[in-house]
């Protein structure tokens, strides 16, 4: 495994978002939020890495309260539980005042985890920090009021992305088609985060520490151990979140958008770098594996987005993942 980085050691702050994933999200039977922790959590203790920040939206939970057991292990194994809103909607769907109401519903749910946790964090859903300056100040300026502090991501590998074509081919059977998809899983992770890593190197001369994102999904729950391995074998230190958001990178966010983008993203728009592979051509391919009519990714979370838009009121957009 060559390393990440020509430059150096490579500093990543593992985060987990939407450990309960989101309403009519399709997942292989037999599957659950509680076994995929579980995996996640297991993998960490592998590699030593404790603190690791869950940000999960709590809708799911006013249905089925059990899922909250999830918390529970998560923080008794070492970790720690956020904000990221009730019901997982983005900030550029609704004013900001609706958002801020949806950050407290919230909190109320999940007080009794977040206390525990060294820092008060929050994290935008789909890293949306709204379509205008003015939602985006107004958020933030509850958050520094009430003691958050905003999260921000700097790479990811679209793993959502992954999601119902692994359920399809497990709904198949298609054991050739779910080999795939773990071995492209995992390549995906490690060589996103080489774009990523170049990208900030390229820009500021430095490597800046990444604040990487995996979502509570099976298929990242198969294959965090692996991920992880790849990591630390290709010269990445593992960091609490902290340490990572202590570094000057994290300061601003370096533009107003209503795009799909990450902190790495956004200042590469900024500074008009181009970032060839992302999102990676990878995606292309993947409603083709264990391929059911009318159950593409497209199809799946268009509805899964119009349906958290509507629980929230707001008016549905829709830019693009790319």
Not at 19 to 25: A, C, H, I, P, V
Not at 195 to 204: D, E, L, R, S, T
Not at 301 to 314: A, E, V
Request: hydrophobic share 40%; aromatic share 12%.
């Amino acid at each position: 495994m060559k390393p990440i980085s020509p430059h150096g050691k490579v500093k990543v702050a593992v985060t987990i978002d939407d450990l309960f994933l989101w309403d009519g999200t399709p997942v292989p039977e037999g599957r659950s939020p509680a076994r995929t922790a579980k995996e996640m959590t297991e993998a960490f203790a592998n590699h030593s890495i404790k603190g690791v920040y869950s940000f999960s939206s709590t809708a799911p939970a006013d249905t089925d309260p059990t899922l909250y057991k999830v918390f529970d292990h998560w923080v008794e194994t070492g970790h720690h539980v956020a904000n990221h809103t009730h019901l997982h909607g983005s900030l550029n769907w609704v004013d900001a005042p609706t958002y801020i109401a949806d950050i407290e519903r919230t909190e109320k749910r999940i007080g009794r985890w977040t206390a525990q946790a060294p820092t008060k964090y929050f994290r935008y859903c789909m890293d949306m920090w709204g379509n205008t300056r003015e939602k985006r100040d107004g958020v933030e300026d509850f958050l520094r009021t009430e003691g958050f502090t905003s999260s921000p991501l700097s790479a990811w590998f679209y793993d959502h992305a992954w999601i119902v074509p692994y359920w399809r081919a497990h709904k198949l059977g298609d054991t050739e088609a779910l080999a795939f998809l773990r071995k492209t899983f995992v390549q995906t992770a490690i060589d996103q985060l080489r774009i990523h890593v170049a990208a900030g190197y390229a820009m500021f001369g430095r490597i800046p520490p990444q604040i990487w994102l995996a979502h509570g999904s099976p298929i990242a729950g198969e294959c965090m151990g692996e991920i992880l391995d790849a990591f630390a074998a290709a010269n990445v230190e593992f960091i609490p979140l902290e340490e990572a958001m202590a570094d000057p990178f994290y300061a601003v966010q370096p533009l107003v958008t209503e795009r799909f983008r990450n902190q790495t993203q956004k200042w590469a728009q900024a500074k008009a770098l181009g970032m060839p592979g992302v999102p990676p051509a990878i995606l292309d391919e993947l409603d083709q594996v264990a391929y059911i009519e009318g159950q593409s990714t497209g199809e799946v979370f268009h509805d899964i987005l119009l349906r958290l838009c509507r629980s929230m009121d707001g008016e549905f957009s829709w830019p693009g993942w790319d």
